[in-house]
Structures are given as structure tokens and as C-alpha cells.
């Protein structure tokens, strides 16, 4: 089956400054790749989604790339905020697992003021 | 529209007891899944559901079973619950449909703690 692995598992940043958040998946057949977000005892909320026919996707301080033949994506959150401090964890699926999604085991951002 | 929702949010059990925790869907999702979250380990499948009166196995299903009688409730239960199985377990449904690649939208979970 399908294995996630992401890093840092803890990352601190001054506020104002990038963040970068790394996952790497097994299975070449995987074609889709969301990333959530979930606050401290707060259910976790997809932030952004990529899917395999393109390279990257930007939603205001939010992008992630994907390298498909490396097998890799990434996660990038510039100009930082407080509001930023959370647990993110990358995930991968794809058609035939029927949503069934592989998760990383998560990254702990920390903004520091 | 609610949205996920779970009950109860919070529970205490002996070991060897059983229960049964909750998940309702009011968008029309079709697939529903159950997820366990421990520390360090990410979230992990242990059950999940396509559509009215199915159900399938995830990564993690031992010691857990579940029900889709109603197309907007997916339950799991715990027969005899272990101190192992003490997590938070969050619950997830999509639109689903053939091919689907389709966001999970989660509910609020629920802690369980099994001593």
C-alpha cells in the first residue's frame, strides 16, 4: 500500500518569514495530494489540494508543488502569521482506493511573534 | 447544515466494555470513513463506506465494526474496548462517485479514553 512520510515533524519560523513542510509518497499511481490543517483540539480542515496533471497550486500565502517523477510534494506558507500555528498534515490517494487517503503524520508549525 | 457532526465527544470506558460512536452527514455525501489519531501517527483509516448498506476495511480494523444503515449515519463500535484503543476518532464523509478524488470534509472527533 500506499506510505507517506513527512517533514519536519516540528518547525518553528519568526512570523513574516516562509515555511516549507516536505512529503514524500511510494506508490507512483497516487494522483492526488490534499493538505489539512488542524488547530489544537479542532477537527483537521483541508487548506489546499493538488492533483497529478499539474505542478503547482497557489491560494494567497499558500502553494504547494509536486514533483512526480522525484515523488515528492511540498507545502509553502509565506509571510507567516500567528494564525498559522498549527499541526499540517500532507496526505496521498488515488482513483482506485475510492478516497481512501494515505496521511503523513503530521507537522507541528510553531509562529513565533 | 451542520456539516460532520459526532456523538458523544468524549467518553470513558473500562477495559472489556463496548460502545458505539456516531457520525452523521447532512450533505449528501455518499462515502463516509472513520479515522483513529494518536500522537505522532497521523490519522489512520479503519474503516470506510461507499454508499447505503456497505462497508470495508481500512488500515487499522481490528477490534472495531461499523454500520451504514442510513445513507447521512455511519457508526462504529467497539465490543470490548482495550486501553490500545484509547485515541481520538474522528469521522470523515465526500461526494464519492466513480473515480473519486473527492475532500473530506471531518467532524469535531471524539476522545476516548479506555482504562
Known amino acids: 500500500g500506499e506510505n507517506v512520510e513527512q517533514h519536519p515533524s516540528t518547525l518553528s519560523v519568526q512570523e513574516g518569514d516562509s515555511a516549507v513542510i516536505k512529503c514524500t509518497y511510494s506508490?507512483?499511481?497516487?494522483?492526488?495530494f490534499p493538505w489539512y490543517k488542524q488547530e489544537l483540539g479542532k477537527r483537521p480542515q483541508l487548506i489546499i489540494d493538488?492533483?497529478?496533471?499539474?505542478g503547482e497550486k497557489k491560494d494567497q500565502r499558500i502553494a504547494v508543488t509536486l514533483n512526480k517523477t522525484a515523488k515528492h510534494f511540498s507545502l509553502h506558507i509565506t509571510e507567516t502569521q500567528p494564525e498559522d500555528s498549527a499541526v499540517y498534515f500532507c496526505a496521498a490517494s488515488y482513483t482506485g482506493w475510492i478516497g481512501k487517503l494515505t496521511f503523513g503524520t503530521g507537522t507541528r508549525l510553531t509562529i513565533i511573534p | 447544515n451542520a456539516g460532520v457532526t459526532q456523538t458523544p465527544k468524549f467518553r470513558v470506558l473500562k477495559t472489556g466494555q463496548s460502545m458505539t460512536l456516531l457520525c452523521a452527514q447532512d450533505?449528501?455525501?455518499?462515502?463516509m470513513y472513520w479515522y483513529r489519531q494518536d500522537p505522532g501517527m497521523g490519522l489512520r483509516l479503519i474503516h470506510y463506506?461507499?454508499?447505503?448498506?456497505?462497508?470495508a476495511k481500512g488500515e487499522v480494523p481490528d477490534g472495531y465494526n461499523v454500520s451504514r444503515l442510513k445513507k447521512q449515519n455511519f457508526l462504529l463500535g467497539l465490543e470490548s474496548a482495550a486501553p490500545s484503543q484509547t485515541s481520538v476518532y474522528f469521522c470523515?464523509?465526500?461526494?464519492?462517485?466513480?473515480?473519486?478524488?473527492?475532500?473530506?470534509?471531518f467532524g469535531p472527533g471524539t476522545r476516548l479514553l479506555v482504562l
Open positions: 470523515a464523509s465526500s461526494y464519492g462517485g466513480s473515480g473519486a478524488q473527492e475532500t473530506q470534509y
Open positions: 450533505m449528501n455525501h455518499e462515502y
Open positions: 506508490d507512483s499511481a497516487s494522483n492526488y
Open positions: 493538488i492533483r497529478s496533471n499539474v
Open positions: 463506506s461507499v454508499g447505503e448498506g456497505t462497508t
